[in-house]
């Protein structure tokens, strides 16, 4: 792991990870598991990776992967499950601060799955257009984030939770589509808002909706 990191925003997470022994269910994404099932491996960069499930996925399908989170206590427990599953080998874990981040290689295939943060000044947009420049020619972005916060989040109550910040809205898929600017120059293979089943820290049930888009560059 690379020693690069944020400050409030480090503290923040890392608190949020220290409180719990895992703070996500331990399996990728639907949505990104179903938009990479098809391509080629190659190289990948995930923005956000957590405790490292998206990253697993991705490494057991053969990609070569770089996965950046500004919390190094989520990717020290992402490191121990990468190397459980075997494919530590195939993982290069850098603690970074997405705020200040701004790539310096390309990568044929880059991830960002959820990117919403607690944090009021999260420069979400700018990181989105930051992740856009680092795919490689021939290569995609695959984007996963939510239509509307769950029923059970403090966000939908509007205080605020994983979906965002107090008082944040959720982008719309047309905003999603404008912030990552892929008119000139891109493919767009997936754009739709897709309904995705899951259970509530409770046990509630519900059909959450989340922003689904892959896009190729020419």
């Known amino acids: 792991m690379s020693d690069a990191a944020g400050s409030s925003a480090q503290e923040h997470w890392n608190t949020r990870y ?6 996500w269910s331990g399996r990728a994404n639907a949505a990104l598991v179903a938009e990479v099932a098809e ?8 923005l956000g990776s957590g405790e490292g499930a998206d990253a697993i996925h991705l490494a057991s399908l053969g990609w070569q992967v770089t996965a950046l989170d500004v919390s190094d206590v989520a990717l020290e427990r992402a490191a121990a499950a990468a190397a459980d599953a075997g494919v530590d080998e195939r993982i290069q874990w850098m603690v970074a601060d997405l705020a200040e981040w701004v790539p310096t290689e390309s990568f044929d295939l880059v991830v960002a799955c959820f990117l919403h943060s607690r944090m009021p000044d999260f420069p979400r947009e700018r990181i989105l257009r930051r992740a856009v420049e680092a795919v490689a020619p021939h290569g995609r972005i695959v984007v ?3 239509a509307e916060p769950p029923p059970w ?5 509007g205080h605020g939770s994983h979906g965002g910040a107090p008082g944040q809205e959720l982008p719309s898929l047309q905003q999603e589509l404008d912030t990552l600017g892929l008119e000139q120059g ?16 409770d046990g509630t049930a519900a059909t959450l909706l989340d922003i689904v888009i892959r896009a190729q560059r020419h």
């Open 18 to 23: 220290s409180d719990a022994a895992r703070i």
């Open 39 to 46: 391509l080629p491996p190659g190289t990948a960069l995930e």
């Open 144 to 146: 996963v984030s939510h």
């Open 153 to 157: 989040s403090k966000l939908a109550h």
């Open 186 to 201: 891109w493919s767009i293979e997936t754009a739709e808002v897709r309904e995705r089943a899951a259970t509530g820290p």
